[in-house]
């Protein structure tokens, strides 16, 4: 059988690597504040280590990995206050770019938001809880996608990878209603009650990403 990280398509080295490595601190394959060996990854996906070495590095910018001289290169892992600063700095975001959206992108906001809670129910009802934890995070990545402030975008790219990998190590109940509910808000031109909404999923989540960076 082979390796789950082996390279299989003719693309750059450097991207299938970074999106084969990420993918894997995200979904949990790799622990948080594990050690991973340069040699040991380009091992398993069959490449040199050069393509994994200029991954990593990307990989640091999006807050993945931690590299430190001399001690080498981990997954990164966040203390109780790293947790409740990147949750604030969330529900700023996040509710802003929502703000934004619904001013100036309001039906493809709506539209697009409707159609990933019908694909989370269908994930929901087949029991996949990878695609649920991807869909729950796509959910609120519209909020960015349909904000036309390219500064609100960039900001929410260094912290989106690392919301989507505790996303993946806190199993959440009732998380299609709670989009659902959102959506429906927003449907009915309530978009500072769906602000305050989102403030509350955001914050109800800490705690759930608190456990889970203790657990690993």
């Known amino acids: ?4 990280l082996r390279l299989e398509r003719p693309q750059l080295l450097t991207d299938l690597a970074f999106e084969r490595i990420r993918k894997a601190i995200v979904e949990g394959d790799l622990r948080l504040g594990e050690q ?5 990854l380009a091992q398993s996906m069959g490449i040199s280590k050069t393509p994994v070495r200029e991954a ?5 910018i999006q807050g993945l990995v931690e590299i ?7 997954v990164f892992q966040l203390e109780p206050v790293q947790v ?15 703000r934004e959206a619904y001013a100036t992108n309001r039906n493809v906001l709506i539209d697009e938001l409707a159609a990933l809670v019908k694909a989370m129910e269908l994930a929901e009802a087949a ?7 991807w869909l729950d995070m796509d959910f609120h990545h519209v909020f960015l996608t349909c904000c ?18 505790l996303r993946f190590r806190a199993p959440i109940d009732n998380g299609v209603e709670s989009h659902q ?36």
Do not use: W
Not at 68 to 74: A, C, D, N, Y
Not at 84 to 98: D, K, V
Not at 148 to 165: E, F, V
């Open 1 to 4: 059988m082979s390796h789950p």
């Open 148 to 165: 036309p402030n390219t500064y609100l975008r960039g900001a929410y790219d260094l912290i989106r990878y690392q919301l989507i990998a």
């Open 56 to 60: 990593l590095v990307r990989l640091k």
């Open 84 to 98: 409740t600063q990147l949750c604030r700095f969330r529900s700023m975001i996040e509710i802003a770019a929502l």
């Open 36 to 40: 991973v060996s340069e040699i040991q």
């Open 181 to 216: 509910v959102l959506v429906d808000v927003l449907q009915r031109g309530k978009v500072d009650k769906a602000c305050a909404m989102l403030h509350d999923h955001i914050h109800e989540n800490e705690a759930r990403y608190c456990a889970a960076c203790l657990v690993a």
């Open 127 to 133: 029991g996949d809880v990878n695609q649920l934890s």
């Open 68 to 74: 430190h001289p001399q001690r080498g290169t981990f």
